[in-house]
């Protein structure tokens, strides 16, 4: 019943910056935590950040000192900033949300880093 949308993706320049958000909608079961994952063509999908049901964030190595995960409780979304993005950060971005034992995934939302 839970759904997530992702928006804010686009083309940006290298060193440019996008602000990806994902809205959750429908009932949750039991919040542990939301994050994102990105998959590249030709690529394993890969882990990018996770917040907690306390707060705390963490991110892949790769990404660690340019992107920022946060939520707003209010309007019931996670979103991730993305600061000084290289080619390499090309990727579709999926947001997810573990709910009790349950993984629920969004539909994606494409980043493109290119000059």
């Known amino acids: 019943q839970v759904q997530l949308v992702e928006s804010g993706g686009g083309l940006v320049q290298p060193g440019g910056s996008l602000r990806l958000s994902c809205a959750v909608s429908?009932?949750?079961?039991?919040?542990?935590?939301m994050g994102w994952y990105r998959q590249a063509p030709g690529k394993q999908r890969e882990w990018v950040a996770r917040?907690?049901?306390?707060?705390?964030?963490s991110y892949t190595d790769s990404v660690k000192s340019r992107f920022t995960i946060s939520r707003d409780n209010a309007k019931k979304t996670v979103s991730l900033q993305m600061n000084s993005l290289k080619p390499e950060d090309t990727a579709d971005y999926l947001c997810y949300i573990d709910d009790g034992g349950f993984r629920r995934w969004g539909q994606g939302t494409q980043v493109t880093v290119s000059s």
């Open positions: 429908g009932s949750i079961f039991s919040f542990n935590a």
């Open positions: 917040i907690t049901s306390d707060g705390k964030t």
